[in-house]
């Protein structure tokens, strides 16, 4: 990977903002980029490394829609700074598949309609995976806890949970149902 | 949203975020979980020139609870890991119940309980635990350590009383001298919400009667609120079920709620006072089965 200088603003008096060299590891991937203090993680993926499957939903901090994981914690990306990720360890949604293959949160989101819009779901699906890797075997109540800081306006949930539990059984290596049940 | 601009310094050591501070003579601030100064950064609330991050300095992300029982907790110690605690489930029944009433998991892992009483919210769930603790805050300055009572740091809604230099290093919760009761019970429209009341209880229980009791309110006022009336009520009482309805009394009377969206003025009065009477019952009811 080549190392990426992204220019924040164009305007003049942006010379004389000081920037900062922040290395992150980005999906696996070292990352170097020129930011300005006040860039969000958030715009630092989207816009600098076009990493745009975390998306933005909100000003206020609620929506979840940026969720990564940061060092393997799902966090709001929106508030957090890009400079504060550097040395860190960032996942995206981009992250979780490989090349050929979803990971078994996505199979179950697709598998479940886990989604309308789509626009809350690699939010979900990184809290989602979170939690499953700390807790393989979460009952419905784990999972709607789990998820509570991602908003959903279409599905009214019903279906997200069961894609995770749907990824859960299939992670714990047992055959999914389409009622979520193993 | 983009905030303004501001110069940020991630020092490795104390003695280095001090002298930032004190350089930034009040225009720089300390930037620790984030998840109240990020957002007012973002929508241009606050737009300091300096942010000094403390997340890079060492040894602050513990919380302990001494073989006496003091326990402390450090200054990036975060909502999530109080949420996991064992120590805390175990010795600690008001810290326990108020963690995971705070925002939603994903502000969890990085908000801080120090940084809650920094920010002053007058919705703030710790501030009002910490409340009815009495615990205190010490912080580290220029001029060396102190500490302060957590009834004497928040001076206003926002508002602590650290000067401008000064960094929040620990949240300190005294022994208790009898055994720690207590709870934490808040109204919130939806989880993630801000308190439309909450009621933080910590009482000490010694031979029957209660020792020591803390009564503490948030989203009720412009600060949170020291029920001190129906705490004075409880001290050196049993619980019977009369003491229990005053001190419910009490503390409804305590509270300067305001009419707002959340609720009218009557309804929150009543939510405080079904809370503190909920939770009263609540230890009496073990305390009986205890015995
Ligand atoms: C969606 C959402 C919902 C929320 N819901 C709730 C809720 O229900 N209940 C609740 O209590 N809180 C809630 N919060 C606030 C959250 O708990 C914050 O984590 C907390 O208020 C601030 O802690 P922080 O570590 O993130 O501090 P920061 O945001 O980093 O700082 C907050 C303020 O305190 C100062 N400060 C922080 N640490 C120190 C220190 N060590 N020394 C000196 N000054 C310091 C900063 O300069 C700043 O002014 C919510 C936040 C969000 C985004
Ligand atoms: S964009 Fe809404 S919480 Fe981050
Ligand atoms: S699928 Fe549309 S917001 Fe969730």
Redo the contacts with the bound molecule.
């Keep these: 990977m080549s190392p990426l200088f992204e220019e924040i603003v164009e305007d003049p008096a942006a010379a004389e903002v000081p920037t900062r060299r922040v290395a992150i590891t980005v999906n696996g991937q070292r990352r170097v980029a020129e930011v300005e203090p006040r860039l969000l993680l958030a715009h630092l993926l989207r816009q600098g490394l076009r990493l745009t499957g975390t998306h933005t939903g909100c000003d206020?901090?609620?929506c979840g829609a940026c969720t990564v994981l940061f060092d393997g914690e799902p966090i709001?990306s929106c508030?957090m700074l890009a400079v504060q990720a550097d040395g860190h360890e960032v996942t995206t949604v981009e992250g979780l598949s490989s090349m050929s293959e979803l990971s078994p949160v996505q199979e179950g989101f697709k598998d479940e309609h886990g989604l309308q819009c789509g626009f809350c779901t690699p939010g979900m699906m990184m809290a989602a995976t979170a939690l499953l890797k700390a807790n393989p075997n979460p009952t419905e109540e784990d999972i709607r806890w789990a998820l509570s800081?991602n908003l959903c306006r279409c599905t009214g949930y019903q279906n997200i949970v069961k894609a995770v539990l749907w990824a859960a059984a299939k992670l714990r290596g047992e055959e999914p149902t389409h009622d979520g049940a193993a | 949203m983009y905030p303004s601009r501001f110069r940020y310094e991630a020092p490795r050591e104390l003695t280095e975020a001090i002298k930032l501070l004190h350089e930034g003579q009040g225009e720089a601030?300390?930037?620790?979980?984030?998840?109240?100064?990020?957002?007012?950064l973002k929508l241009r609330f606050?737009a300091p020139e300096l942010l000094v991050d403390?997340n890079n300095l060492p040894g602050?992300d513990y919380h302990r609870v001494e073989p006496d029982g003091t326990i402390r907790v450090g200054?990036l110690c975060?909502?999530a890991t109080l949420e996991r605690s064992g120590s805390l489930a175990q010795r600690q029944p008001t810290m326990a119940a108020a963690a995971p009433?705070?925002?939603?998991p994903l502000?969890?892992n990085?908000?801080?309980?120090?940084?809650?009483?920094?920010?002053?919210?007058p919705?703030?769930?710790?501030?009002a635990a910490v409340t009815a603790l009495d615990g205190r805050v010490v912080?580290a300055g220029p001029d060396g350590v102190r500490e302060i009572p957590i009834r004497q740091f928040a001076t206003g809604p926002?508002e602590?009383a650290?000067r401008y230099d000064?960094?929040?290093?620990e949240a300190v919760i005294p022994a208790p001298k009898g055994t720690p009761a207590g709870g934490y019970l808040?109204l919130?429209r939806r989880v993630?919400?801000?308190?439309t009341a909450g009621v933080a209880v910590a009482v000490e229980l010694s031979g029957g009667l209660v020792t020591r009791a803390g009564i503490a309110l948030?989203g009720v006022g412009p600060s949170t609120i020291a029920a001190l009336d129906a705490e004075q009520a409880l001290a050196g009482q049993a619980l019977t079920a009369a003491a229990i309805e005053r001190a419910g009394d009490l503390a409804a009377q305590a509270a300067q709620p305001r009419r707002d969206h959340r609720g009218s003025v009557e309804y929150k009065r009543h939510v405080i006072r079904t809370f503190v009477v909920r939770i009263l019952r609540d230890i009496a009811g073990a305390a009986e089965r205890a015995a």
């Design positions: 206020t901090t609620n709001k508030t800081g | 601030k300390v930037l620790a979980g984030g998840q109240s100064l990020v957002p007012l606050a403390i602050l200054a975060r909502h009433l705070i925002a939603d502000v969890r990085r908000g801080t309980l120090v940084g809650s009483l920094c920010h002053a919210d919705q703030g769930d710790w501030a912080a926002f602590n650290l000064e960094i929040a290093l808040k919130e993630g919400d801000f308190a948030c």
